[in-house]
């Protein structure tokens, strides 16, 4: 139905900057939300930042003023600016979109996950 391919995660130090994007491919009728979330070792999984259809972001309060959520809804795509990275960032980052694909109801698709490290 819909597939979503994640790039840009990797080791980092404390301080620096990633971007992380996620691109939707598949029998696409709309896409919605397109949202980040992490999941840290030993933590629960949790709900970094949204964009809705519109291009209206929020985020988590912990990345508020050092992360940035946009969308490119020509190429499908959603991107996460990661700046001002913290060791506590550390966590695996899933995408995740709200779409309605052709022939199908309208569901929640996740990502494969990418790894990022923020380390010394």
């Known amino acids: 139905q819909l597939q979503l391919v994640e790039s840009g995660g990797g080791l980092v130090q404390p301080g620096g900057s990633l971007r992380l994007s996620c691109a939707a491919s598949?029998?696409?009728?709309?896409?919605?939300?397109m949202n980040w979330h992490r999941q840290a070792p030993g933590k629960q999984r949790e709900l970094v930042a949204t964009?809705?259809?519109?291009?209206?972001?929020n985020y988590v309060d912990s990345v508020k003023g050092r992360f940035t959520i946009s969308r490119d809804t020509a190429k499908n795509t959603v991107y996460l600016e990661m700046n001002s990275l913290k060791p506590e960032d550390t966590a695996v980052y899933y995408c995740?979109?709200?779409?309605?694909?052709?022939?199908?109801?309208?569901?929640?698709?996740w990502g494969q996950g990418t790894q990022v490290t923020v380390s010394s």
């Open positions: 598949g029998l696409i009728f709309s896409i919605y939300a």
């Open positions: 995740n979109v709200d779409a309605k694909t052709i022939g199908w109801s309208r569901r929640s698709f």
């Open positions: 964009i809705d259809s519109g291009g209206s972001p």
